[in-house]
């Protein structure tokens, strides 16, 4: 049974019984062992005893599917919406923060990437520096901006997520796990 791989990607499955894992709740999703990216994440269907543990998996197993954020989560799919990656936006920036407009392309004197992130950072600053001048949250500014802030509602991508998720029965435990424990009749695994 073929179905968008995106659908799965990435909920972890559990070891003991193949269910869906909950990387929401408090003491789960993202964390760093020893510099390795990974989640950790508990079953949410909890059907054998093993299933009450805490488990986790490395994100370098797929990079671009274990993600920190539940693609299924409402609040995943209202940040995809209000826009897209800011990377396109590092040089504009940059500009403002020199006197010369042929600075930035220059070549740094000294190679590698402590010079970028020191840049970056120092840019990024002196952008939450305007925002903050901006809302009032520091001193008094002539240009405050005074409009309430609104919600961004996650819109169709969340509702076509829940239910191609349902669709092809992938909140229900799958894989060899579950075959083990008798909660499939099969070994079937969604291939995408």
Request: with cysteine.
């Amino acid at each position: 049974m073929a179905y968008p791989s995106r659908s799965e990607s990435m909920i972890p499955r559990c070891r003991h019984c193949g269910g869906p894992g909950d990387i929401e709740s408090a003491g789960l999703g993202f964390y760093k062992a020893r510099g390795n990216p990974r989640l950790r994440f508990r079953c949410m269907l909890r059907n054998t005893p093993g299933c009450d543990s805490i488990q986790s998996i490395s994100c370098s197993k797929e990079w671009r599917l274990v993600v920190p954020m539940s693609r299924h989560s409402k609040t995943y799919h209202s940040l995809r919406k209000c826009g897209k990656t800011s990377e396109r936006i590092f040089r504009h920036w940059a500009r403002p923060l020199f006197s010369r407009r042929q600075q930035h392309r220059q070549p740094p004197k000294r190679p590698g990437l402590a010079w970028q992130n020191l840049r970056s950072s120092a840019a990024l600053l002196l952008e939450w520096f305007r925002l903050s001048l901006r809302r009032g949250w520091l001193g008094s500014h002539r240009n405050q901006n005074l409009e309430p802030a609104y919600e961004i509602k996650p819109g169709d991508s969340y509702d076509a997520t829940i239910n191609t998720r349902r669709k092809y029965e992938l909140d229900l435990p799958y894989g060899e796990a579950a075959f083990k424990c008798g909660l499939r009749a099969s070994r079937w695994r969604p291939s995408g």
